[in-house]
């Protein structure tokens, strides 16, 4: 039994889903056998004019009579509603006077799950509690970073929107504009060009759709459609169900993705309105006008007149050849469940029914949706497409997500194809399937477009952002020395100590480990001073050894000669500890060995420079300190420098030992092996002990450079005392502006300096007198010397 009153032909996908559901119904035997559904279409012109109901009914107060025919002793009222949850709340007066259900077919709305104030009303639609998840999902699969987001703006709408931007910040998506589109229609109109503006100027080439098709969005749908866009579409299902083909069947709207909660295929609907008669169930419904706005029929002024004089009892199999696209809509599959939900809740108060005589005599209570109420709220079962219809809110589970994309078949004519599929209970990385080979996009390549804000960093960039721009907005910058970036050029990283940044910077390299070896030209050059000087001081100790017995050897304490030339054969080869690979052992005996034996070799310069003097200012009769000279007291110096030394090497060993270290800063690529000081005080303090060594030996030759004497050595002293200071003074700096293996050579070339600046200014010339002048070299010329 059914009524149409004026249904709209966009709505008549609804009815033709209650009627399959309705038909499907009666005729299985299993479900309320021996009773049969009826229903009525109507829609009430209220104030928001959209108010659709779908009224099942199985009580004898029908609209109409049916002679033979007994109708259900229930006396109670389903109703399904619209989309509007404002309309779906009122519902109708007599529905709610008598506590009939009333059943939502339209989107989720959170509000209406407040069972006190709406304690008979029901949503078939599953809260879209991942829908946002799954379109972000698609963003990042196509690295779509910069969209455009166009959301309707009520209650829907804005929970939509506060989810959308939290999951977008999760992943690093960025919104280039908002249109929140009023409901209102004024406020609509003052604002559309700036919509407009936004979208056809973004430079994003992706926009997300969100919000109701009968709100003022659909007004921008409508303008956009002849603007051409260009865009691509990320949207709800609704948007091209069959009710809204008209909307996104146009070039501007192509590479279309919409998204709809997974459900099984209804794939009886096609056969069963290939066999429906028009005038079985619904009345004034004009097939041209049908075939036009529903199915898209391109219909010729010849062929109009034939179509208007159809008979009203044909056939839809004729509109069925003109689409590709029969299954039912979100709405259309919820008021197909729906109808079951009410069948299945009758069918258990069947069951529960024990009055037989109330069954028979027809004695009715005077109301059965209390009962109804009871069973409908809590109703669960598995619907003929295979999927699990849940009444209960709190068991429903986060929906799964069916994907399509537009695909073109003729001109001015598309389909949804299913291309993927949206599984929240996945692991992240396999939540999301697609099929790729199966997108069809604008451009008509197999070339993801791009939408991004800015162009992804290529490997050795990183991203600068712009200052008052969104985070995806950003410049591309050369990443700092010995740092790389990975190829999405969010950040550099820092390579390990043991690596470094190759010239691309986008790839770490193993560094070669170096250090100051024998086998290089430095530490070869170096190592052949070394040697040679020790060689010549070894040659030089040898002429004096042979000539002990000249005055030249004698004038001056030989045994202090010896002591010093020998101290300097163990400075030039203590040199050599500098170089090779480190060790903790060399590390250690480096400076200690460096500072022992350099307080050998000044002190015993101090001993021969107090030497020099005592013996030309303390030699005379009316001297009282002459025994000073001739017990040897100078020579006590040298024993009394090395025991400060070594007390400071000690203590230096004791807080703070020489250790290994790695250098991988100051040659590129490589790692260089250096002893470190540990205490650079201890350090200095050892260095600053022979300075001062140096500086007394330097002040009292230089009072005594004027001494007459041919072999007076205080000119020599001064000299060797001011090359050695100067060597080190200089040292100081440059080691310090110096780094790994260079460091070293400095420290080796000061040693060898120094030590060459003592042999040199002290033994050359006494050699010189030995082989070149040995005349000199003799008792009657030093006397005539003295005398004169």
């Known amino acids: 039994m059914a009524a149409a009153?004026?249904?709209?032909?966009?709505?008549?996908?609804?009815?033709?889903?209650?009627?399959?559901?309705?038909?499907?119904?009666?005729?299985?035997?299993?479900?309320?056998?021996?009773?049969?559904?009826?229903?009525?279409?109507?829609?009430?012109?209220?104030?928001?004019?959209?108010?659709?109901?779908?009224?099942?009914?199985?009580?004898?107060?029908?609209?109409r009579w049916f002679p033979n025919y007994g109708c259900s002793p229930f006396f109670c009222h389903a109703a399904i509603s619209g989309q509007k949850w404002a309309t779906s709340a009122m519902g109708g007066p007599y529905i709610q006077m008598e506590h009939g259900p009333q059943l939502i077919y339209g989107p989720f709305e959170p509000m209406l799950t407040d069972h006190d104030r709406f304690p008979y009303l029901y949503q078939m639609a599953t809260k879209d509690t991942s829908l946002t998840l799954a379109m972000v999902s698609l963003m990042v699969h196509y690295t779509w970073n910069w969209v455009g987001l166009v959301i309707s703006d009520d209650d829907q709408g804005i929970q939509f929107l506060s989810d959308l931007r939290e999951e977008m910040q999760k992943n690093g998506i960025c919104s280039a504009f908002v249109n929140v589109v009023p409901e209102n229609n004024q406020l609509y109109l003052r604002r559309d060009r700036m919509y407009y503006k936004h979208i056809m100027t973004s430079s994003a080439n992706v926009i997300i759709m969100y919000g109701d098709t009968s709100s003022t969005l659909d007004e921008t749908i409508r303008t956009l459609q002849y603007l051409g866009t260009g865009k691509i579409w990320v949207t709800t299902t609704q948007w091209y169900d069959i009710s809204s083909t008209r909307y996104l069947s146009l070039d501007s709207f192509r590479s279309t993705f919409t998204l709809s909660q997974h459900r099984g295929d209804t794939y009886g609907l096609k056969k069963f309105i290939q066999t429906l008669k028009s005038s079985k169930y619904l009345e004034d419904i004009s097939l041209e006008k049908l075939g036009w706005m529903y199915f898209k029929c391109s219909v010729s002024e010849s062929k109009w007149k034939t179509l208007y004089n159809f008979s009203s009892n044909i056939s839809l199999e004729l509109l069925?050849?003109?689409?590709?696209?029969?299954?039912?809509?979100?709405?259309?599959?919820?008021?197909?469940?729906?109808?079951?939900?009410?069948?299945?809740?009758?069918?258990?108060?069947?069951?529960?029914?024990?009055?037989?005589?109330?069954?028979?005599?027809?004695?009715?209570?005077?109301?059965?949706?209390?009962?109804?109420?009871?069973?409908?709220?809590?109703?669960?079962?598995?619907?003929?497409?295979?999927?699990?219809?849940?009444?209960?809110?709190?068991?429903?589970?986060?929906?799964?997500?069916?994907?399509?994309?537009?695909?073109?078949?003729?001109?001015?004519?598309?389909?949804?194809?299913?291309?993927?599929?949206?599984?929240?209970?996945?692991?992240?990385?396999?939540?999301?399937?697609?099929?790729?080979d199966m997108v069809e996009w604008a451009t008509g390549s197999r070339q993801i477009p791009h939408s991004v804000c800015s162009i992804t960093c290529i490997p050795g960039f990183r991203k600068s952002r712009q200052e008052g721009k969104a985070p995806c907005c950003f410049d591309c910058i050369p990443c700092p020395e010995n740092e790389i970036s990975n190829d999405t050029g969010s950040c550099c990283l820092r390579c390990p100590e043991d690596q470094y940044g190759n010239t691309?910077?986008?790839?770490?390299?193993?560094?070669?480990?170096?250090?100051?070896?024998?086998?290089?030209?430095?530490?070869?050059?170096?190592a052949c001073m070394a040697l040679s000087f020790c060689a010549l001081t070894s040659l030089v100790l040898g002429v004096f050894v042979k000539h002990h017995d000249t005055p030249i050897v004698r004038a001056n304490n030989r045994a202090l000669s010896y002591i010093l030339l020998i101290s300097l054969i163990f400075c030039f080869l203590c040199s050599l500890l500098f170089l090779g690979h480190p060790n903790t052992a060399t590390c250690i005996l480096q400076q200690t060995t460096f500072g022992v034996v350099f307080s050998v070799a000044v002190s015993t310069v101090l001993a021969k420079t107090i030497t020099v003097v005592?013996?030309?200012?303390?030699?005379?009769?009316?001297?009282?300190?002459?025994?000073?000279?001739?017990?040897?007291?100078?020579?006590?110096?040298?024993?009394?420098?090395?025991?400060?030394?070594?007390?400071?090497?000690?203590?230096?060993?004791?807080?703070?030992?020489?250790?290994?270290?790695?250098?991988?800063?100051?040659?590129?690529?490589?790692?260089?092996?250096?002893?470190?000081?540990?205490?650079?005080?201890?350090?200095?303090?050892?260095?600053?002990?022979?300075?001062?060594?140096?500086?007394?030996?330097?002040?009292i030759a230089f009072f005594a450079r004027k001494l007459p004497d041919k072999y007076n050595e205080a000119k020599f002293l001064t000299f060797s005392m001011l090359v050695f200071c100067s060597v080190w003074v200089t040292f100081l700096p440059v080691y310090h502006s110096t780094k790994g293996k260079v460091m070293v050579a400095v420290e080796v070339f000061s040693i060898l300096a120094s030590s060459a600046g003592l042999l040199g200014c002290i033994f050359v010339p006494k050699c010189y007198i030995i082989f070149l002048r040995p005349e000199r070299n003799s008792i009657p010329k030093y006397r005539d010397r003295t005398l004169s």
């Not at 499907?24 to 229903?39: D, R, V």
């Not at 790839?507 to 530490?523: H, K, N, S, V, Y």
């Open 5 to 63: 009153t004026h249904l709209p032909p966009e709505k008549y996908e609804l009815g033709l889903a209650l009627e399959y559901a309705i038909d499907e119904i009666n005729k299985n035997h299993s479900l309320l056998p021996n009773i049969s559904l009826g229903f009525y279409l109507f829609r009430e012109l209220c104030e928001l004019k959209s108010f659709h109901d779908l009224l099942l009914s199985a009580t004898t107060e029908e609209v």
């Open 320 to 436: 069925t050849q003109h689409t590709f696209d029969v299954a039912m809509s979100e709405e259309s599959y919820h008021i197909y469940n729906a109808a079951y939900v009410v069948a299945y809740s009758l069918h258990e108060l069947l069951l529960q029914q024990v009055d037989i005589i109330y069954m028979v005599t027809d004695n009715r209570p005077q109301s059965d949706c209390g009962k109804l109420n009871h069973l409908l709220k809590d109703m669960q079962f598995t619907n003929p497409v295979g999927d699990l219809v849940d009444m209960n809110q709190k068991r429903k589970l986060d929906p799964e997500y069916d994907i399509f994309n537009l695909w073109d078949f003729q001109k001015s004519f598309q389909v949804k194809m299913k291309i993927g599929q949206f599984y929240p209970y996945r692991p992240k990385r396999q939540q999301l399937q697609l099929l790729e």
């Open 504 to 526: 691309e910077q986008n790839r770490c390299l193993q560094r070669a480990i170096t250090f100051l070896a024998f086998g290089e030209p430095l530490g070869m050059a170096l």
């Open 614 to 699: 005592l013996a030309f200012k303390l030699t005379t009769p009316r001297k009282r300190m002459r025994w000073l000279l001739v017990s040897g007291a100078p020579n006590f110096i040298i024993p009394i420098c090395i025991l400060i030394q070594l007390i400071l090497c000690g203590v230096w060993l004791g807080t703070s030992p020489p250790f290994i270290e790695t250098d991988s800063h100051s040659e590129h690529g490589r790692i260089i092996i250096v002893c470190n000081k540990g205490s650079v005080s201890a350090f200095y303090c050892v260095l600053g002990f022979l300075g001062s060594l140096a500086l007394g030996s330097f002040t």
